[in-house]
């Protein structure tokens, strides 16, 4: 993935914004239609994830190949989003419920993979409130800063050490 991305980025990168908003009208279309085509074997595959590159320690070593298209493939490209955002000092645009949901999406996998209880609150626009079982941890940061720990970005500890794949 860290190979594919530095390719996008050479040869995408002296667009202007203009230019990347029509190449992304253009090609957005073929991509869905090319996800939707996907093998519905291809999806039931449980194949090995690589433990190198920008992989974090702790991160499942095998996934299916529709959790990876469906899910997986979409938090990287939104976590992508906002590394980009910070690297060029941009606010991403939080605001829309998308963001909320795929943030949902992430804390609901987190807490089925450390089963411990817990209540966590995510602040910012973004954020949720989340519960399992009681009497467990609790923990308030910010939505975004929690994608970035779970992903292996930044480092976390006590529930916050256990990992999802971005």
């Keep these: 993935m860290d190979a594919y991305n530095a390719l996008q980025v050479r040869e995408h990168g002296g ?3 203009a230019e990347q908003i ?3 009208q253009t090609i ?3 991509a869905v239609a090319g996800r939707m085509r996907w093998s519905p074997f291809l999806r039931m595959v449980n194949a090995p994830v690589d433990q190198s590159g920008s992989t974090a320690p702790g991160m499942p070593t095998r996934e299916n190949g529709g959790h990876l298209y469906d899910v997986v493939y979409t938090r990287d490209v939104w976590l992508h989003t906002v590394d980009i955002a910070r690297a060029t000092r941009r606010r991403p ?3 829309r419920p998308c963001n909320a949901r795929l943030l949902e999406d992430v804390a609901a996998e987190w807490a089925r993979r450390h089963a411990s209880p817990f209540e966590l609150d995510l602040t910012g626009p973004a954020g ?3 519960r399992q079982g009681d009497g ?3 923990l308030t940061l910010d939505a975004v800063e929690f994608a970035r720990i779970l992903s292996g970005r930044q ?3 006590g529930l916050l050490a256990t990992r999802v794949l971005f």
């Design 136 to 138: 467990g941890q609790h």
């Design 93 to 95: 645009d939080l605001s």
């Design 128 to 130: 949720g409130r989340y």
């Design 15 to 17: 667009a202007t914004p």
């Design 28 to 30: 957005a279309p073929k």
């Design 22 to 24: 029509t190449a992304l």
């Design 155 to 157: 480092e976390g500890t």
